[in-house]
Every structure is written in structure tokens, then in C-alpha cells.
């Protein structure tokens, strides 16, 4: 080989390394970017809350299984188009969004707890009959809890008909009867 090659060989190994970590670790790039996105559009008295429950959400997606991080990323994204959409109250929207990502990171992490180190410590056939059922438990609220916080985000956009102004411009009109 010549004295180019090696380098180069270095190099593009590196390059498909990078590659491969990146499409493996997708869904939780895309996450954080989401939940970065979500804690710069948080209200002021939200931000703490908003800022621990997107950490909570990043350690979830990297410690749970497969559709973990994906179903955050939905959520997330769910509930920044419903803040966007929201007129009346955006900040309640945007407080649906961080409670039902910190409950189902919770949840995530539970299952993941569960998986990785309760179900392989299980030696007692009484514990093993009973693994199956609550298995399909934690599997079934690992897939239709983030199919309820969509539902509330939903519900909080159709709670209130669409209005024609913002709510400090609509109180304003009603206060002063259209006079300027």
C-alpha cells in the first residue's frame, strides 16, 4: 500500500462509523432536536419544568426499546404544531405536551427497567406465569399512552372555536364595544 492509502482507509472507516451510529441513533438525534426546539418555546414559568422532562425524555429514548424514542419524537412534534395552532391558550397546550412526555419517559423507563432486569432475574415458575400477563400489560401502555397525550392536545385545540383575533385583542374589543 502506499502512503495515502492508510490514511484514507483511517479516515473512511471513521466516516461509515459515524454513519452507522447516526442511522442507528436516528430517531433520538431527531428528538433532541424536537424537545431543543420545544424548550426554547417554552413559557418563562415553564422552562425549568420543560428543560428536566426534555432530559428525562433524551435518557428515555436511549435506554428504551425501539419505538420508544419514535413515539417521543411524535408527541413532541404533535404538541408543537398544537401550541402553534392554539390562540386562546398556548401555554396550557404547551403544559399538556411536557406532562405527557414526563409520564410516558417514566413509563419508558420503567419498562425498560423491567425488561432489561426483572424478567432475566425471574427463576420461580409462580413469577414466571405471571410475567406473561403483565408483559402484555407494559407492552399495550407502552403503545396507546402516547396515543392518549395526542388525544389531549387534540381535545385542548377543539375545546374553544376558532376565533377571528388574539385573546388580549378580542378582551380589548369586547371591553371597549369596538370603540378605538
Known amino acids: ?5 492508510l490514511p484514507f482507509l483511517w479516515i473512511a472507516n471513521g466516516l461509515l462509523a459515524l454513519l452507522w451510529l447516526t442511522v442507528d441513533h436516528l430517531w433520538v438525534i431527531l428528538l433532541s432536536g424536537a424537545l431543543g426546539y420545544a424548550v426554547l418555546q417554552a413559557p418563562e414559568n415553564q422552562l425549568p419544568w420543560t428543560l428536566g422532562v426534555a432530559a ?16 417521543l419524537l411524535v408527541m413532541t ?27 410516558y419517559s417514566l413509563i419508558a423507563l420503567g419498562y425498560a427497567a423491567y425488561r432489561n432486569w426483572f424478567v ?5 415458575p409462580a413469577l414466571q406465569q405471571g410475567q406473561a400477563y403483565l408483559s402484555a400489560i407494559a ?4 403503545y396507546l399512552f402516547p396515543l392518549g397525550v395526542l388525544a389531549l392536545l387534540l381535545q385542548g385545540l377543539f375545546v374553544h372555536p376558532p376565533v377571528q383575533g388574539e385573546a388580549d ?8 364595544r369596538g370603540k378605538p
Not at 396550557?92 to 412526555?101: F, P
Not at 432475566?120 to 420461580?124: E, F, I, R, T, V
Open 1 to 5: 500500500m502506499s502512503d495515502w492509502t
Open 56 to 71: 428525562l425524555s433524551l435518557v428515555a429514548g436511549v435506554a428504551a426499546p425501539f419505538p420508544v424514542a419514535l413515539l
Open 77 to 103: 412534534l404533535a404538541g408543537l404544531v398544537a401550541k402553534r395552532l392554539e390562540r386562546l391558550n398556548p401555554q396550557n397546550t404547551h403544559w399538556t405536551l411536557v406532562r405527557g412526555l414526563g409520564l
Open 120 to 124: 432475566p432475574a425471574m427463576s420461580d
Open 139 to 142: 407492552s399495550i401502555a407502552l
Open 169 to 176: 385583542e378580542i378582551i380589548y374589543h369586547f371591553r371597549s
